[in-house]
């Protein structure tokens, strides 16, 4: 079946611009994750939803970065006056249920790049 | 607070010989574990995972991993490596007590499997 998927793949913008990230879960997958994966490090959490509860917005870096899940499926990622720190992938996952066992399925990522 | 840590930015094995890629973690309880694989310009795939039980876990490609308690390990071994597990694997972990579903991820390790 398909798996999760990310637009655009790659991104480049101008500093100060907004963005908006994509992201399409699996089918019947209510937790969706946004990670950050800067050069050279691992990944950074951002934001969890789950179901119809309150989302854990508790990895945002700051509050130019924010996020919706509508109905409960497709996820966007927003992020104003983009700055040049921003630059990373961004990859967002999703995965079964309301267990903290269930792996995460991984989409490709978008390659964001600020100038 | 959670962490993880991968203290090999790169490892290098003959093919034919055995790998470890090592992982060690901090929680306040107990930990879920995970090992995800991430080949390039492409997102990161789930190869095993810990919950409980049994402390060798199987996974995907041949992979195993062993949880050790006592020393807060969970490192990745095979075998036999191929030149084709060279990638950049991650381990991470997620806190039973913590509400949030999150995972914490290590740095990162890159295995290369040379001919």
């Known amino acids: 079946g398909a798996g999760v998927s990310q637009s655009p793949s790659n991104k480049v913008t101008e500093k100060g611009k907004d963005v908006e990230l994509r992201c399409d879960p699996i089918?019947?997958?209510?937790?969706l994750y946004w990670y950050r994966q800067s050069l050279g490090q691992g990944l950074e959490f951002l934001i969890y939803f789950q179901g119809n509860s309150a989302p854990d917005k508790s990895g945002l870096p700051s509050d130019r970065f924010s996020a919706e899940r509508t109905g409960g499926s497709v996820s966007t990622l927003t992020i104003q006056r983009t700055q040049q720190e921003d630059s990373a992938v961004y990859l967002c996952?999703?995965?079964?249920?309301?267990?903290?066992?269930?792996?995460?399925?991984f989409g490709p990522g978008t390659r964001l790049t600020v100038l | 607070a959670q962490s993880v840590a991968q203290p090999e930015d790169q490892v290098n094995v003959a093919e034919g010989n055995p790998l470890t890629v090592k992982c060690t973690y901090s929680v306040s309880g107990n930990p879920y574990l995970f090992w995800y694989v991430q080949y390039p310009n492409r997102g990161l795939q789930f190869l095993l995972k810990y919950i409980t039980g049994d402390n060798l876990v199987k996974g995907s490609y041949g992979f195993e991993a062993e949880f050790n308690k006592s020393q807060t390990s969970f490192h990745l071994k095979k075998p036999s490596a191929l030149v084709s597990d060279s990638a950049l694997y991650f381990c991470?972990?997620?806190?039973?007590?913590?509400?949030?579903?999150?995972?914490?991820f290590g740095s990162g390790t890159r295995l290369l499997v040379r001919p």
């Open positions: 089918s019947g997958h209510t937790a």
């Open positions: 996952a999703s995965s079964l249920g309301q267990v903290g066992y269930n792996e995460q399925f």
């Open positions: 991470a972990v997620r806190d039973m007590v913590d509400s949030s579903y999150k995972l914490i």
